[in-house]
């Protein structure tokens, strides 16, 4: 899947590609897509500095239920970093 499609977004920054592939990776093979998307949404909002709380939340609630066992804590870490950088 072409990133720089969802949404418009154009090019992502690095390290915002390296959180899809990490968080991607750790999703069910039948939700990567979703999780991408998801995903880029929440950058495109935070570009455009109309995420919130609430986002972080639900993005947080929909990957769980999209995540392989055992990599629960992984992505849980990996979205904790992700929203502790977005305050920055």
Do not use: W
């Not at 992502?12 to 995903?39: M, P, W």
């Not at 495109?44 to 947080?60: A, G, H, L, S």
């Amino acid at each position: 899947m072409d990133l720089g499609k969802l949404g418009k977004l154009g090019n992502l920054a690095q390290g915002q590609d390296q959180f899809i592939k990490y968080v991607t990776e750790r999703v069910n093979d039948e939700h990567c897509d979703s999780a991408k998307e998801l995903l880029c949404q929440d950058i495109k909002k935070i570009k455009d500095k109309n995420f919130t709380k609430e986002d972080m939340k639900k993005t947080q609630e929909t990957l769980m239920k999209m995540v392989k066992p055992g990599d629960a804590e992984a992505v849980k870490t990996a979205l904790s970093t992700f929203a502790s950088q977005m305050k920055k």
